[in-house]
């Protein structure tokens, strides 16, 4: 099991361009999330899916930003229009059940550091 | 309401001696705080975990002190090891929920060889 996968490790995109950001869970897991952490900063809850669905979206900027995981293939963070304001790394992380969480916690991937120039 | 605060935001430690990590919450919902360790260039990890109805978690050379009435818990690493170095998060959720945490803001954590 390869643990959470994430890709790129690295991207950079220019302001007004459109970045994309990928994550593969664990398998077995259908719980993913995605945080982001800016310089010097904790990390943010930003939205918690499960396959096909949206399950709390509370912590989404309300433009540009979107999430999905679909039935097959990875869960995508899609940021539209990008700013400077977006470079930060973005984290994805995934459980499989609910005794799992609590045993184990999620299990991060290493992350994709978002730089826009 | 819904913040985590953790002090210090960085901290220096011998070979050997006591790391402290302090964090405090307001929302009284929050029932599950983990801690999680964080290396450069890598997610972080769960390191120990502690429910409010405990006062004190151990596990090898990592102890949790839980104070529910003062709303703080803190991370205890003794003998602490180079290989320590990393940044701690403290976090907080409520386990009724969306399994989702609120961090504190990361400490800075060196052990001096």
């Known amino acids: 099991n390869a643990g959470v996968m994430q890709n790129p490790r690295h991207l950079v995109r220019r302001r007004g361009q459109e970045a994309r950001l990928r994550c593969s869970p664990m398998k077995g897991h259908s719980h993913v999330y995605w945080y982001r952490q800016l310089p010097e900063e904790g990390l943010k809850f930003m939205v918690y899916?499960?396959?096909?669905?949206?399950?709390?979206e509370s912590g989404m900027p309300k433009e540009r930003f979107s999430a999905e995981f679909p039935k097959e293939g990875p869960s995508i963070l899609r940021i539209q229009q990008v700013v400077r304001g977006d470079s930060a790394a973005y984290f994805c992380?995934?459980?499989?059940?609910?005794?799992?969480?609590?045993?184990?916690?999620?299990?991060f991937g290493s992350g994709t550091r978002l730089t826009v120039v | 309401q819904q913040q985590v605060k953790q002090s210090p935001q960085s901290l220096i430690v011998q070979k050997g001696g006591i790391s402290i990590i302090n964090c405090a919450y307001e929302n009284t919902a929050f029932d599950y705080f983990p801690w999680y360790q964080q290396f450069p260039g890598k997610g972080p990890a769960l390191l120990i975990a502690?429910?409010?109805?405990?006062s004190e978690k151990k596990e090898g050379r990592f102890t949790i002190s839980f104070n529910k009435s003062a709303k703080q818990f803190s991370l205890h690493i003794m003998d602490s090891q180079p290989g320590d170095s990393a940044t701690y998060f403290c976090?907080?959720?409520?386990?009724?929920?969306?399994?989702?945490?609120?961090f504190g803001t990361g400490t800075r954590l060196k052990v001096l060889a």
């Open positions: 899916l499960q396959k096909e669905n949206i399950i709390d």
């Open positions: 992380a995934s459980f499989p059940s609910r005794e799992a969480w609590f045993n184990y916690g999620y299990t």
């Open positions: 502690i429910r409010p109805d405990v």
């Open positions: 976090a907080a959720s409520i386990t009724s929920g969306t399994y989702k945490y609120i």
